[in-house]
């Protein structure tokens, strides 16, 4: 988190933890995203900005996910612009997605130069960078992956990582389709009026049944 008074004046630390887990963190709206949208936009900006080759790999009918647009969309810059300083410019980035009953995934991989084994376990705290790679030497630290996660985390969703040395990564986010996935992915049992009457209802909604109007 940033301290000083930027922003605003410093918080204490359990106040700041409380905020960060929090969805509605800075005030942000959540609701339904059109991931397809965002992810459309932001490899766009890649294409154009930096002229990289971007292959995109999504289902026609890719549900939305829920959560908050600004952030959706900043995990895409970080994770796109994380592929792009680590992979060869002859090499194209590949996003693709899936979804099931629960969640929306999305991977952005490249063929880059990898990560170890220990670096992947650590890739996602603050201030991290890959070292022993003499062609990225100079590129100094960040918190890009380390923002990433704290996004998808207060949104109640997962990132993971796979990678080799050398092989190249992929960092797959999964974000929920639903306030009850949130709730759920919490450990909540009952979050802004999410009772058992809406689970049954969330439910119905997923699997295609109609709503009775009244």
Known sequence: SAQGFYWRRPDEAAVVSTWHRSPEAAGRPIGPVDVREVVAACVEQVRTDQGRSVVVELP?????????AGAVRTIMKHLLGNAVTYSSPERPVVVNGAANRRWVRISVADYGVGMS???????????????????????????????????????????????????????TVSLPRSQWVV????????????????????????????????
């Open 183 to 214: 709730a759920r992915a919490r450990g909540q049992a009952d979050v802004a009026g999410l009772g058992q009457g809406s689970v049954i209802h969330e439910f119905m909604h997923q699997i295609g049944v109609p709503e009775r109007k009244s």
């Open 60 to 68: 026609a009918g890719l549900p939305d996910a829920y959560g908050d």
């Open 117 to 171: 084994n220990d670096e992947s376990v650590r890739c996602f705290e603050q201030f991290w960078q890959s070292r022993d790679v003499e062609l990225h030497a100079e590129r100094g630290t960040g918190i890009g992956l380390s923002v990433v996660r704290s996004l998808v985390d207060a949104m109640g969703g997962h990132v993971v990582v796979r990678s080799r040395r050398g092989k190249g990564a992929t960092f």
